[in-house]
């Protein structure tokens, strides 16, 4: 096995949520205010990854779709162990619905081919959709299987 990668998102901390807020015009999450953490069933996926890389000297990649200010969790993931980050951000991105996030990330997982394995979390804190693995794997034409 020579690459994983491994979706990855920033999500509120649920410690903060008494503070989160929605944008009134935007309707999207004011997280200006709110410190990230890794989804929890993202960092399940980050490391089932690394230990296939403790296994086999698989290259870990983390790809994530986040504003910047959310650096500091992907470097968190790369501390964990994490070969390279791959960070998707530009402000055309914000308030993305699932199918318009699973197109940005295929497409930036066909530049990173090639690949053995994804890795993803099921679903994020804080959209709960379980749509985008599923919509990834349609779009590549692949098997997924989620954490």
Known sequence: MERVIV?????????????????PVTKTLVRDEIPNVINPLDKHALEAALEIKDAYGAEVVLLSMA??????????????????????????????DTLATSRILATAIRRLEPFDLICCGNFTLDGSTAQVPSQIAELLGILISCT
């Open 7 to 23: 979706c990855l998102k920033p999500v509120p901390d649920p410690k903060a949520w008494d503070r989160l807020r929605m944008d």
């Open 67 to 96: 504003p910047t200010p959310t650096l500091p969790v992907l470097r968190e993931a790369l501390a964990m162990g994490a070969d390279r980050a791959v960070l998707l951000s530009d402000q055309w991105f914000a308030g993305s």
